[in-house]
């Protein structure tokens, strides 16, 4: 039973970590400087990374959630 626990653990974390990163990189393709002042690059930074937290999150959670649907669709049948 624990050992579940610990594969779903290191399942979400390393879905988490993954999305975060292409999140990132994809992000750093949006020019957000436009929407800043001049010289506000700390601020700029931090709102890319909280997007990217959010982004991130959002879609290892849709997919790690599709993964357990379709591991329990057996129990259908």
Known sequence: MDQYFVEEAIMSMTSHII??????????????????RKGKVFEIRVLMILIT?????????????????????????
């Open 19 to 36: 999305f975060i990163i292409i999140t990132w990189k994809v992000l750093q393709a949006v020019n957000l400087d436009a929407f800043f």
């Open 53 to 77: 937290i959010a982004i991130a999150t959002s879609v290892s959670n849709f997919f790690l959630d599709l993964i357990n649907w379709s591991s329990s669709i057996t129990y259908l049948f």
